[in-house]
């Protein structure tokens, strides 16, 4: 069972997140997805972003059974990550490793991708990645309302609404994907679900 002592190191790694200004999951994605994890039997998960290893640990104590790869390119983060992991134990279930996702290949099978990183990199995650997903498995993207700005007609910044169009661009991506069953959830900050036909 999850102690006490396991729910304040996470609602302090929550409260680290805030105070830097590092991007973790809303606690109802969160929620939401280690649901998944758990009604559909995931095993091996591949994490793109690993952030300070919020999203990983919380998968990882869904079963004890559960292998994560985490990838994470900022050192910073990535040492935090480690730290965190180390806390709960969890070294031995959750690699991480520290580079750029598109200089990493990796030859193992997963139940589930899940994409947390650049947002305007998801298409080139979604595709390099896709090879090392199993069949009728799933890839998990968050932020894909990136906080509410996607339907938005607000004026916005030259850049932002250059990411915001790269986040519409990956919505169709995902739409009309025919090797795909995607759907949308309007949960946290938005969540897509992606089966492998």
Known sequence: ????????????????????????????????????IKKNNIKKILEIGTAIGYSAIK??????????????????????????????????????????????EINDKFDLIFIDAAKAQSIKFFTKFENNLNNNKYIVTDNINFHGLVNSTEKMSRN??????KINNYIEFLKNNDNYITVFYDIGDGISISQKR
């Open 1 to 36: 069972m999850f102690t006490i002592f396991g729910v304040c190191m996470l609602e302090n790694i929550e409260k680290y997140a805030k105070e830097k200004n590092i991007p973790i999951m809303q606690k109802e994605g969160i929620e939401f997805l280690t649901d998944f």
């Open 160 to 165: 932002l609404r250059q990411l915001v169009r």
């Open 59 to 104: 998968m990882a104590l869904v079963a004890e059974d559960i292998e994560i790869i985490s990838i994470e390119r900022d050192y910073n983060r990535y040492q935090e990550a480690v730290k965190n992991i180390k806390l709960f134990n969890l070294e031995n279930r959750i690699k991480l490793i520290n580079q750029d996702a598109f200089d990493v």
